[in-house]
Protein backbone atom coordinates (compact mmCIF):
# COMPACT_ATOMS: atom_id res chain seq x y z
CA UNK A 1 0.00 0.00 0.00
CA UNK A 2 1.12 3.46 -1.19
CA UNK A 3 2.05 5.61 1.82
CA UNK A 4 0.55 9.04 1.63
CA UNK A 5 2.90 10.95 3.89
CA UNK A 6 5.95 9.27 2.35
CA UNK A 7 4.58 10.16 -1.03
CA UNK A 8 3.89 13.75 -0.41
CA UNK A 9 7.21 14.46 1.60
CA UNK A 10 9.13 12.78 -1.67
CA UNK A 11 7.15 15.12 -3.60
CA UNK A 12 7.67 18.42 -1.42
CA UNK A 13 11.28 17.43 -1.14
CA UNK A 14 11.30 17.22 -4.99
CA UNK A 15 9.73 20.83 -5.80
CA UNK A 16 12.27 22.13 -3.25
CA UNK A 17 14.76 20.93 -5.30
CA UNK A 18 13.47 22.03 -8.42
CA UNK A 19 12.82 25.65 -7.27
CA UNK A 20 16.62 25.23 -5.77
CA UNK A 21 17.61 24.71 -8.73
CA UNK A 22 16.11 27.04 -10.98
CA UNK A 23 16.97 30.13 -8.60
CA UNK A 24 20.38 29.61 -8.43
CA UNK A 25 19.92 28.81 -12.40
CA UNK A 26 18.50 32.08 -12.48
CA UNK A 27 21.39 33.86 -10.24
CA UNK A 28 24.24 32.56 -12.64
CA UNK A 29 22.08 33.79 -15.73
CA UNK A 30 22.85 37.17 -14.22
CA UNK A 31 26.42 36.42 -13.22
CA UNK A 32 27.10 35.65 -16.87
CA UNK A 33 25.26 38.78 -18.48
CA UNK A 34 27.04 40.97 -16.14
CA UNK A 35 30.25 39.05 -17.49
CA UNK A 36 29.38 39.42 -20.64
CA UNK A 37 28.90 43.11 -20.62
CA UNK A 38 32.44 43.66 -18.58
CA UNK A 39 34.49 41.32 -21.30
CA UNK A 40 32.22 43.02 -24.28
CA UNK A 41 33.51 46.12 -22.82
CA UNK A 42 37.33 45.43 -22.60
CA UNK A 43 37.28 43.34 -26.51
CA UNK A 44 35.52 46.73 -27.53
CA UNK A 45 38.20 48.69 -26.18
CA UNK A 46 40.93 46.75 -27.79
CA UNK A 47 39.91 46.43 -30.87
CA UNK A 48 39.28 50.14 -31.35
CA UNK A 49 43.00 50.45 -29.99
CA UNK A 50 43.37 48.06 -32.70
CA UNK A 51 41.92 50.49 -35.18
CA UNK A 52 38.92 48.19 -36.52
CA UNK A 53 36.01 50.28 -37.22
CA UNK A 54 32.95 49.23 -34.65
CA UNK A 55 30.69 48.73 -37.59
CA UNK A 56 30.49 45.76 -39.85
CA UNK A 57 30.90 41.91 -39.70
CA UNK A 58 35.15 42.11 -39.34
CA UNK A 59 34.65 44.12 -36.05
CA UNK A 60 31.98 41.76 -34.61
CA UNK A 61 33.53 38.46 -35.92
CA UNK A 62 36.85 40.06 -33.84
CA UNK A 63 35.04 40.31 -31.10
CA UNK A 64 33.54 37.19 -30.87
CA UNK A 65 36.93 35.46 -31.73
CA UNK A 66 38.62 36.96 -28.83
CA UNK A 67 35.21 36.45 -26.43
CA UNK A 68 35.40 33.23 -27.39
CA UNK A 69 39.10 32.48 -26.94
CA UNK A 70 38.92 34.14 -23.57
CA UNK A 71 35.67 31.91 -22.50
CA UNK A 72 37.59 29.09 -23.59
CA UNK A 73 40.45 29.74 -21.45
CA UNK A 74 38.26 30.20 -18.53
CA UNK A 75 36.49 26.93 -18.88
CA UNK A 76 39.76 25.00 -19.19
CA UNK A 77 41.51 26.75 -15.82
CA UNK A 78 37.72 26.27 -13.82
CA UNK A 79 37.79 22.80 -15.50
CA UNK A 80 41.37 21.94 -14.11
CA UNK A 81 40.50 23.47 -10.62
CA UNK A 82 37.29 20.91 -10.51
CA UNK A 83 39.77 18.14 -11.54
CA UNK A 84 41.94 18.77 -9.04
CA UNK A 85 39.19 19.22 -6.25
CA UNK A 86 38.28 15.22 -7.72
CA UNK A 87 41.12 14.01 -7.32
CA UNK A 88 41.78 15.34 -3.49
CA UNK A 89 38.12 14.13 -2.89
Not at 22 to 29: I, S
Not at 73 to 79: E, Q, R
Amino acid sequence: MVNIKETASKLKSEIKKNILTAVLAAFGLIIALVWRDAIQAIINEIVSRVGINGSGYVYQTTTAAVITIICVLGILLFSRLKGEEDVKK
